[in-house]
Each structure stands twice: as C-alpha cells, then as structure tokens.
C-alpha cells in the first residue's frame, strides 16, 4: 500500500461518523461506570473498572489509531506493559517482604510465643 | 539546516521521528502514573477503614461532567487531525478551537472542585486521601495545562507552518492528539479510582 494511500486511509478512519460513533460510545460508557457505582453491589469497582478498561481501550485502538501502527509502536507499548507488570509485581511483593517478628509481620505475636517456648526450653 | 525524519519515515522503525518521539515519552508517563497509582493503591491497603469512600468526599456529578469534557475533547481534536488530512484548515481551526475550550472548561471545573476542598479545610496535608488525591489530580491538571498551552499554540501560529511546510504540521498535530488523548485515558482510570469507589 502506497504512503498516500495509507494517509488518507488514516484519515477516512475519522469522519464525522466513525467519530460520533466512538464519542457515543465512551459518553454512554462513562454514565453507566458512574451509575454502577451507585449501586450496592460489591463488585461496583470491579464492573466501573471492567468499563474504564473498555473505554481505554477504544481510545488506544480507535483514536490513537494503535490498530493500523507500526510494529515499532506496538513494541513500545509491549515493553511499557511489561514494566508496568513489574513495577506492580516488585511493589506488591515489597509490601510483603517484612522481617518475621518485626511490628510490620503480620503475626508478630505468633513468632514472640515460638520465642519463648525456646527460652523455656533452653532453660 | 534540515532535520531528517520530519515527515519521511524510516526504514529501520517506519515512522517519522516525532511519532517514534511521542510514543517513547507517552512509555515514560505511563511508568510516571503508573507509579502514582501503586501509591494509591498502598495508602488505601493501609489506610483499612479509615480510608473515606470517594462518592462521600468527592463530586461524582463534576467528575463525570469532566469525564465528558475530556472526551469530547479527544474527539474533537481526531477531527481536527482529519481536516488537516483533508486540506481543510479552516475546519482544522474550528475543531482546535473546540478542543482548547474544552480544556480549558476541565480545569475551570477543576479549580472549582479544588476551591471547595480548600474552603471546607482540606488540603493535601489533612490526610493521606487528600494527599493522593491532590497529587494524582494536579499532576494531571499540570498535563492538561501544558497541554493547552501547545494546543493554543498550533491554533495561533500554526498558519506560518500549514503555508510553508503543510504534511510536516499535520504530523506534528498528530503527535500533540497522541499526547491529548493519552492524557484523557489517564482521566478515564483515575475517575473511578478516586471518585467511585
């Protein structure tokens, strides 16, 4: 496919209708993450991020035309993902490596009573 | 002298300098939110109980109008794209034009939002809700603003550049839509992150 060809292919993927299209779409999407909010149910986060996670995705594939991109941008995007798991991975097992019997283990009480059995025992 | 990769692509990564440009720079923003996220999400693991309800702090009604504004914005400047794409520069204006008002009624909604906060005593420093949500929220606001100022930017000398060198400006509203709509999907996670759940 020839450069021009590509462009004005680019372009004719945002006419007014495919706009309009994908403009109703995220404006009936952001009512219903706010209204899911509202309801009592427990996975209200789950359903407003489930959406939120629908609405970015049309944003990345339709408006920032992620769908037609180059193998170049597609690969940045793989590698910023990857981070990204990393970074959540390294905080979450941060926040769980913590020194057995020290105030921030979560059964510190646990461990002091071990403690003392071995003393008695010494004793 | 000229700069090579403008508008022509190269043949190693198929683009042309600015796209490659924007999209490692929108990478780094991503590491930037992503990293204001996880503190998020480790003040509220800590904050247990304590940690107030968003609905009952934060306007939903606001939040959701700037949800809408972003992405009519987003919107509007694909179509100001488009109309560059189709040699139309004063249909390109008029949806810049938009796309800058609309920005600018978000932060005004903003400082609205801000202004009460303030008004009732709640500053970053009152607590660690406060803290995070002043945080993530400004840090976004400073990106919505320095994006305003490119936008108005383009809308007031972008003639010189059409005249001179047209498909070298459309590339660089390309790149500058790239960073609005990035942007706007950042709003799009932090809306039920800070304001619904």
């Not at chain 2, 190269?10 to 929108?26: A, E, F, M, P, Q």
């Not at chain 2, 503190?39 to 109008?65: C, H, K, N, Q």
């Not at chain 2, 005593?121 to 606001?141: A, E, K, M, Q």
């Amino acid at each position: 496919m020839g450069a021009e060809t590509e462009k004005r292919d680019a372009a004719a993927a945002h006419t007014p209708r495919n706009q309009i299209a994908v403009f109703v779409v995220l404006v009936i999407l952001t009512l219903a993450t706010a209204g899911a909010s509202q309801t009592d149910l427990a996975a209200g986060p789950l359903v407003a991020y489930a959406i939120a996670l629908v609405q970015g995705t049309l944003i990345l594939l339709v408006l920032m035309h992620v769908a037609r991109e180059k193998r170049s941008v597609l690969g940045i995007l793989a590698l910023t993902a990857v981070l990204v798991a990393g970074l959540v991975i390294l905080s979450v097992a941060a926040y769980y490596d913590v020194l057995e019997g020290s105030k921030w283990s979560a059964a510190p009480a646990a461990v002091e009573h071990e403690r003392e059995d071995l003393r008695r025992h010494e004793e | 002298m000229d700069i090579p990769y403008t508008t022509e692509l190269r043949s190693d990564t198929g683009l042309y300098n600015g796209k490659l440009g924007i999209w490692l720079y929108l990478a780094s923003e991503v590491m930037l939110f992503g990293g204001l996220f996880s503190a998020y999400v480790f003040l509220r693991i800590g904050g247990g109980d304590t940690w107030p309800s968003g609905p009952e702090v934060l306007s939903v009604p606001l939040a959701t109008l700037n949800t809408v504004l972003l992405i009519t914005s987003s919107m509007t400047i694909a179509m100001a794209w488009a109309s560059l794409k189709f040699n139309d520069y004063k249909k390109f204006q008029r949806y810049l034009g938009f796309t800058i008002a609309l920005g600018v009624a978000f932060l005004a909604v903003k400082t609205i939002e801000y202004g009460d906060k303030f008004s009732h005593g709640h500053f970053p420093s009152t607590n660690n809700f406060y803290g995070i949500y002043f945080l993530l929220t400004g840090v976004h606001f400073a990106h919505i603003a320095g994006g305003l100022l490119v936008l108005a930017f383009h809308f007031l000398r972008g003639r010189v550049m059409w005249e001179r060198e047209r498909e070298r400006f459309v590339n660089r509203i390309e790149v500058t839509g790239l960073y609005w709509h990035f942007v706007d999907l950042v709003w799009i996670f932090l809306f039920p992150t800070l304001y619904l759940i």
